[in-house]
């Protein structure tokens, strides 16, 4: 906009500037004196002014035909281009001024006079693999997604400009939201370019959020072929895949590809903790116990989690509290500070009914550290030992308020989620979910309540009807 009033007053001064020039011309007095080969010419101002023009015109045409001559004669020695080069060399000049314009106008923003300077280069260059780009570019810009998606469409029939063209489309339909043609766009983009980051990336996250485990893993290995992943991530990465298709497989009833690939997503990642509770659980149908105890005391030395003492549980699901707590020292010798370590030993005592212990071992927790399941535990004690209802309630009323500790949270977006997922529900992240403290607000998770009513069962009602009863245990633990 400002460009083009700038423009107009520069035509305007300009204008004005001849006619004043030419008033003044008329009114002076005097004149030009020409002599040649005795012949003498006499001119007013004016006219001098007018012979002048006409001169400098005259001369430009004798360049221009002086330039013709020299094309014809590299036409007559053998040059058949010659001639049509020097017709077209004012068009190219034109139009790449034109596109030069397009170029300006897009870097500033200007999506609609992009497009028209676009439109005009085309006209004059007729060079559509440059043109049309810029054009489609700067029809997005302008918010014109049909003129956007035809200059794509024209980019298909070249095939210098057919992966731009698919690429601008796969853009074109996830801005619309249609995922699915997204998708088999994304797959064709990177059947042309392979080593396209990008393109690898949007497939990827694609083909995770529709459930293509297996393509997802095709891509995944594809980007550690280019250089687009480092190994360890790409392990860690892909045993996430292996685990989503396992669970896939799970869901259609297949159990012993399920129980392979959820031991393969173990083996890939054992810090992995739905992989490692899916391993266990397949072991322990397999009828191998021990491999499903060496799982999860590895993955609970990486990182403690709920998770894994509730399948560690379900390996001998009805052992004596006693047998259990004797049996868990696998788990609880490692990693004593662990404020989940300190949770379980306490869970594991109040089941045995062995309430100062559990005291022992919760230590300060539930001052230092009060969580809804801490202050839990916390209530449990104090119930066993037989403290007044008042005190019990106390403990529970600061639990229902408290923080709910560590949850699955998205390192993308901080969104928490109830269970592990390998896309993140909110910003469709792969492999964003990871066992932490919420930074803002926070949700129940299924392993809020804790691991204390999975091992102790319901409890018996409390006395007093304003007591908050315990929640109900878990049905796997029973």
């Not at 017709?87 to 034109?98: I, L, M, P, Q």
Request: charged fraction near 25%; glycine fraction near 6%.
């Amino acid at each position: 906009m400002f460009w083009s009033v700038t423009k107009i007053t520069l035509f305007v001064v300009a204008i004005a500037a001849l006619a004043l020039g030419a008033g003044w011309l008329m009114e002076a007095e005097g004149g030009v004196r020409i002599a040649f080969a005795g012949v003498e010419f006499n001119l007013r101002p004016l006219q001098a002014a007018i012979a002048l023009a006409v001169l400098i015109v005259a001369l430009w045409g004798l360049l221009k035909l002086a330039s013709l001559g020299v094309a014809t004669l590299k036409f007559l020695s053998g040059d058949e281009t010659a001639i049509s080069r020097w017709f077209s060399r004012n068009r190219e000049r034109k139009g790449y001024e034109a596109l030069t314009d397009s170029l300006m106008a897009l870097a500033s923003g200007e999506g609609r006079q992009a497009l028209a300077k676009a439109q005009k280069a085309e006209g004059y260059l007729q060079r559509p693999e440059l043109t049309t780009l810029i054009a489609a570019q700067a029809a997005q810009m302008a918010g014109d997604r049909d003129k956007a998606e035809e200059a794509f469409k024209r980019l298909l029939q070249d095939d210098r400009t057919r992966f731009v063209g698919i690429r601008g489309l796969m853009h074109q339909r996830l801005a619309a939201g249609d995922d699915e043609t997204a998708l088999k766009l994304a797959q064709k983009a990177f059947d042309l370019k392979p080593k396209h980051e990008e393109t690898q990336d949007i497939l990827l996250r694609l083909q995770a959020e529709q459930g293509d485990w297996k393509g997802a893993r095709t891509t995944l290995g594809a980007k550690l072929r280019y250089g687009g992943l480092p190994r360890d991530v790409f392990r860690r990465r892909d045993a996430v895949l292996a685990l989503s298709e396992a669970k896939g497989v799970v869901a259609d009833g297949a159990s012993i590809e399920a129980r392979e690939a959820a031991i393969a997503a173990n083996k890939a990642s054992p810090d992995l903790i739905p992989a490692a509770v899916m391993a266990a659980q397949a072991y322990v149908t397999d009828g191998r116990p021990k491999y499903a105890t060496r799982v999860l005391v590895k993955a609970w030395e990486a990182a403690p989690h709920p998770d894994l003492a509730a399948a560690f549980a379900e390996i001998v699901p009805d052992e004596t509290p006693r047998a259990r707590l004797k049996r868990f020292e696998a788990l609880t010798s490692l990693r004593p500070d662990d404020p989940e370590t300190k949770l379980l030993k306490a869970e594991l005592f109040i089941a045995a009914e062995d309430f100062p212990a559990a005291r022992r071992a919760l230590g300060d927790l539930a001052t230092t550290d009060p969580t809804t399941r801490s202050l839990t535990v916390m209530a449990a004690i104090e119930r066993g030992e037989g403290s007044d209802d008042a005190v019990v309630r106390a403990w529970l009323a600061r639990a229902i308020s408290a923080s709910r500790g560590p949850q699955w949270v998205c390192d993308n977006c901080g969104t928490v989620h109830a269970h592990w997922m390998p896309v993140c529900g909110n910003c469709h992240a792969f492999d964003t979910l990871a066992w932490r403290r919420p930074k803002e607000a926070e949700v129940m998770t299924s392993t809020a309540a804790g691991m204390l009513p999975m091992i102790v069962g319901a409890p018996a009602a409390a006395p007093d009807d304003n007591v908050v009863p315990m929640p109900a245990s878990r049905s796997a633990a029973n």
